[in-house]
Structures are given as C-alpha cells and as structure tokens.
C-alpha cells in the first residue's frame, strides 16, 4: 500500500514535518517494500490554497494514508472527500511513523488539527 509521509527532508530518515500542506517534501512509500519517492513541496510558498493543492498532490500518486504532524481543515476535507486516511501527532523519522503504522499504533483523526493558514508563519 502506498502512504505518504511530509518529511523534512528527501529520506526516510529524515523527520516527519510538522505541516502538510507547506511541508518541504513528501515522501510516498510502498509499505511492503519500504520504496519510496521524494517528492518536493511546489506549495511551500504559496499564498493560499496549499494544503487543498497538496492534498490532491497526494491523492494523484495514489497514496491511501497520510502520515503527518498537523492538518488544516481544507487539507483535511480534500484529503477525506479524495478517501485518503489522516494521521496526525505523527513526529520523529519518516522510516518510524511507517513502522509505527504498519504495527498499528497509529490511529486516523476524524477532524483537521489546526486552524486554517497555520503553516504560513513557518510553524
């Protein structure tokens, strides 16, 4: 299955980033196999509209799980209405939020974790 994971950097070593929609990368990894590819941010910069933009990002490289530190309630309900799973609270390196999904200690949100533009002022 595939899962995306925002990552502070292009490894699965690097740290989850705490933002999804202005995340520096995504990492979309096979959880069989642990392949993965790393993905730039193109919206890390923008002005608005980045966590829907991302969202639909994530959802055309056909990933079923998102593995994050915050969602925005736009983010959130592109992601749920694309039938993409969220998990937020998610910190420490990529290659363990996976491992930590794969054994289930991971549990999906049922609602965004943040207000909207909370990655704006690089939080």
Do not use: H, W
Request: hydrophobic fraction near 40%; charge should be positive; charged fraction near 20%.
């Amino acid at each position: 299955m595939k899962i995306c994971v925002t990552a502070q950097g292009k490894t699965l070593d690097a740290n989850v980033d705490p933002r999804f929609g202005r995340c520096q990368c995504f990492i979309i990894a096979d959880t069989d196999t642990m392949q993965f590819e790393a993905i730039d941010n193109p919206n890390i910069s923008s002005t608005g509209g980045a966590g829907i933009v991302s969202g639909q990002l994530i959802f055309s490289k056909a990933a079923k799980v998102v593995l994050t530190g915050n969602v925005g309630p736009n983010a959130f309900q592109t992601l749920n209405a694309a039938g993409i799973e969220v998990i937020v609270g998610v910190s420490g390196a990529v290659k363990d939020a996976i491992e930590k999904y794969k054994k289930g200690e991971l549990k999906p949100t049922q609602n965004p974790s943040v207000d909207k533009k909370f990655g704006m002022g690089g939080n």
